[in-house]
């Protein structure tokens, strides 16, 4: 890892180096171990973190009890959305830009308030991180999951969708649980609907390089799931056709910058549609992985996406 690459994940004396986001809604029966078992894995960071656990408008006492876990642990910073005007919650993807924008880390990582995804693999991210100079990290929890058949074909449709619309190589997007530099959080298309299940593909398209690497998976102890495998094809397919609009619409991301400059922030244009006010942009060597033409997958980990 180059020595700009590695100054750039260590927290300043304000900012907590790592911001763990968790969207929750009505999971107040798996809360409390959540919390519990991030403390019990950011005592084995190297820097400091929080947690913001984004309550989506739940109607189980989850706010509630976010409060006193917050009065409990110091790293906890519970964020409410209010229900929208049908009462429903706003989704995966508002809920994760909302926490994104509050965070105060270099690093954001992503996981579910569920207990499928574990904490204690963040350590295992952050090395392959490090190690690869990678941008992002996703989780592949494939090798551990025994799904019922019909989640396996649901799957595998979805996969061969995304790789025949989108070009994507990623074999599970759909893991919650990753981490990536912020600003690579702060560029992502968010705001719409459904956008939380192509991050790395829209991450790798504006020029970050992308890796996998396996993660444990648990099933479901507490609450229910917000999704069936068929609520997922019709809304997937569609909003697989919407990344391939927005690809389609922005030029080659590039970066520009003053011949020698080690101050100035860069300039990102033709970086994706994206209502996020962008960070100060990627870093340099991505206009030079660019001008390679290195936009290919790219090995790291147990498998490379880039």
């Known amino acids: 890892m ?5 100054d750039a994940i260590l927290p ?14 009505d999971e107040s029966g798996t809360l409390a171990e959540l919390v519990d078992r991030i403390a019990q894995t950011g005592a084995r960071l190297p820097f400091a973190f929080e947690c913001i656990i984004v309550d989506d408008a739940s109607r189980d006492g989850s706010g509630a009890l976010l409060a006193a876990l917050a009065r409990a642990h110091g790293f906890l910073r519970p964020l409410h959305l209010p229900a929208r005007a049908d009462g429903r919650g706003h989704g995966q993807s508002a809920a994760l830009r909302a926490g994104i924008l509050a965070a105060r880390g270099a690093l954001v990582a992503t996981l579910d308030a569920d207990l499928q995804n574990d904490p204690a693999d963040l350590p ?3 090395a392959a991180l490090t190690a690869q100079d990678a941008d992002l990290v996703q989780g592949d929890r494939s090798r551990q999951r025994r799904d019922p058949l019909r989640r396996r074909l649901g799957a595998r449709v979805g996969r061969t969708a995304r790789r025949l619309l989108l070009g994507d190589p990623v074999r599970d997007t759909g893991c919650g649980l990753r981490l990536m530099r912020t600003e690579v959080a702060r560029a992502l298309p968010l705001s719409y609907r459904g956008m939380h299940r192509f991050i790395p593909v829209c991450a790798r398209d504006l020029g ?3 890796i996998e690497h396996p993660v444990s998976h648990a099933p479901r102890r507490a609450g229910r799931s917000h999704y069936g495998t068929f609520d997922r ?3 997937g397919l569609i909003d697989c056709l919407a990344v391939r609009w927005m690809r389609s619409r ?3 991301a590039c970066i520009d910058a003053p011949d020698g400059a080690t101050g100035a922030a860069p300039r990102l244009r033709g970086a994706m549609v994206s209502p996020l006010p962008p960070s100060p942009g990627p870093r340099h060597r991505v206009a030079a992985r660019r001008e390679r033409g290195s ?12």
């Open 124 to 126: 295992a991210l952050l």
């Open 208 to 210: 970050y390089r992308v």
């Open 295 to 306: 936009n290919r997958p790219r090995s790291g980990g147990s498998r490379g996406a880039g």
């Open 250 to 252: 922005r030029a080659v």
């Open 233 to 235: 094809a019709l809304p």
């Open 12 to 25: 300043s004396a304000e900012a907590p180096g790592l911001s763990i986001i968790a969207p929750a809604r």
């Open 2 to 6: 180059s020595p700009a690459s590695a």
